[in-house]
């Protein structure tokens, strides 16, 4: 039989803890009580922690210390997919927290992606998405202002960027997405109020309006990997 690394055993140690005993966003417990309870360093404590947070099972807050991850959630991106609509079928809150915008003019990307002429104005925006008050995704939109009457003032008091586009009169539906696997960033870490490393799962996406064919926005979402299982199905109905 294997010697299993003092790490391993601490690593273990939690596996069993957080499948018998502790819920979802119970913290375990302490680096100074794993160090007495193995009688191992700290360093080896850590050790063992640092290989459960790179399989995403749990996270940290600063000065608080470490909890137990939630089971990944589940979220299929399909043309009509909608984050309110996705979180509330899993029973979880979702929240929508506004970060900021601006009016740019759209560069030959941004031109070419909403179809627009360079130079064009366009809202940049940016937002927070929170599942249970946890951030779960952020996102980077590039909306068409010609077909959202004063988005910009707009845009801050909405909690669903899909109803906003309904409410102008606009039938939204997603026209492509592109998934991409990044890794994270201080800035990432910063948004995500995490100390871990773990992959981001960015997925860039292009809505339009079904009934003019026209480009709503293009966006880049950024979702935590230790939360998130991304199920792409296009086959849906549009």
Known sequence: MTKLFDYEIIYTHLINLIE??????????????????????????????????SEGLIYSKKGSGNFVSPKK?????????????????????????????????????????????????????KNLRLVDDIPFLFAKYFINLKLIENAEKRIKNTDSISKLYEQSGLSPIRDSSEIDIIPS???????????????????????????????????????????????VDYKGEK
């Open 73 to 125: 959630i589940v979220y299929s991106i399909t043309p009509n997919t909608t984050f309110t609509k996705e979180i509330l079928k899993i029973g979880k809150k979702p929240k929508l927290k506004f970060i900021g915008s601006k009016i740019i003019e759209a560069d030959e990307f941004i031109a070419e992606k909403l179809e627009i002429n360079i130079g064009d104005k366009v809202l940049y925006v």
């Open 20 to 53: 018998n005993e502790l819920n979802e966003h119970e913290k375990i417990p302490s680096e100074n009580s794993l160090c007495e309870l193995f009688n191992v360093t700290r360093a080896t404590v850590r050790q063992g922690i640092n290989k459960a947070k």
């Open 185 to 231: 960033t201080i800035k990432s870490k910063s948004i995500f109020q995490v100390q871990h490393d773990f992959p981001i799962i960015k997925i860039a996406t292009k809505t339009t309006d079904i009934n003019t064919k026209e480009v709503i926005d293009y966006c880049f979402s950024n979702f935590r990997s230790d939360m998130a299982k991304i199920v």
